[in-house]
């Protein structure tokens, strides 16, 4: 891939430029190539592929219009310690009241990615999420399921009870059997850039570029998966907000975004209540940078990001159901 970063100029009207990254909404007029804007229509044709394709669906959710990943923690932080049961209990009922707000997909962890979480000895990490993956199969629950974890053990043990993607932070560096359980169950994977361990990671991060080093890095990690025998047109990709990047790297990629388009995958994007929203905003609490969390939703919603992992579903369906039909997308 070339250094050269194409960042979508925006069209005057719906009907100019091509889709951006097989959106039904946003849509890329010009691109601006190291500062020299070029017609879109003007791409060679397997750049204007990468860049304007449909991605293949995913679990089955065509991937035509941003979709909501609901995040369902299930760590003893997340609920109330009434003990296992009453965790397990109360994350299943997370789960529906996501999906009743209209969560499309859910995100379920059990090991905490925060600044500084310590790292949760497996077999806990299986006992947080197996149960409540099997508890919401058995009630009926169909919509995808995917397992927030960088171990291989969870990954085999939650796709065995019917999940259907894995979210791995660590973008397969952390364990080296994961690809070959991702490969052999043929399911999704978001390789998501991290910089050091969730413990480590905001000790001073230091990037020359880090628009191009995240690319770099992500165009590795997707060699590393398909070497592993994992389909290319089964992965996702994520820059990693906050995940070894202080507060310019983060507003940095931010406003990259649609670079990460030319690698012809679907991108998945996680801002929701994180710390550079309290930074920017003064909202101190996780929970109180919800506006802040929905506004970047939908700037990353304008740029053609695929999903979106966000705590605040009812806010950012509805905030997104607004974007939509001010930018009369669904017409
Ligand atoms: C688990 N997790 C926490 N933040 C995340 C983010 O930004 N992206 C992805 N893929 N997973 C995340």
Redesign the pocket.
């Known amino acids: 891939m070339s250094r050269a970063v194409p960042l979508p100029l925006w069209p005057g009207s719906p009907e100019e430029g091509l889709p951006l990254a097989g959106q039904s909404g946003p849509r890329f007029s010009q691109l601006d190539h190291d500062g020299a804007p070029r017609a879109a229509t003007a791409l060679d044709p397997a750049t204007r592929a990468r860049l304007s394709a449909p991605r293949p669906p995913l679990c089955g959710l065509p991937l035509d219009r941003p979709r909501l990943m609901g995040i369902l923690n299930v760590t003893p932080d997340s609920f109330s310690d009434g003990g296992d049961h009453a965790t397990r209990e109360a994350a299943v009922a997370r789960a529906h009241a996501l999906v009743a707000q209209g969560a499309e997909i859910l ?1 379920i ?1 059990g090991e905490s ?1 925060r600044p500084g979480a310590a790292e949760v000895p497996v077999a806990q990490e299986i006992a947080r999420v197996v149960p409540v993956v099997a508890a919401l199969r058995a009630a009926g629950m169909r919509v995808p399921l995917s397992i ?1 974890t960088r171990k291989s053990a969870v990954a085999r043990a939650a796709l065995a009870e019917g999940a259907d993607m894995i ?1 791995d ?1 660590s973008a397969l560096s952390f364990d080296p059997e994961l690809a070959g359980v991702v490969a052999e169950a043929g399911v999704p994977l ?1 390789l ?1 850039h991290a910089r050091g361990t969730p413990a480590d990671m905001q000790r001073a991060p230091r990037y020359d570029d880090v628009v191009a080093q995240v690319r770099d890095a992500l165009a590795a990690r997707i060699e590393t998966a398909v070497s592993a025998g994992i389909a290319r047109e089964r992965l996702l990709l ?1 820059p ?4 070894g990047k202080d507060l310019e790297h983060n507003l940095a990629l931010l406003r990259a975004l649609p670079l990460f388009h030319d690698f012809g995958l679907p991108l ?4 929701s209540r ?1 710390r550079f929203i309290g930074t920017l905003s003064g909202a101190e609490t996780p929970k109180a940078r919800m506006p802040g969390s929905v506004a970047v939703a939908l700037l990353a919603a304008q740029q053609g990001v695929h999903v979106l ?1 966000v705590h605040d579903v009812e806010e950012t369906r509805q905030a997104l159901s607004l974007l939509r039909a001010v930018m009369g997308w669904d017409e």
């Open positions: 995100d962890g990615t927030d979210n932070v978001c998501m994520d990693g907000i906050g995940f998945l994007l996680g801002v994180k992992r």
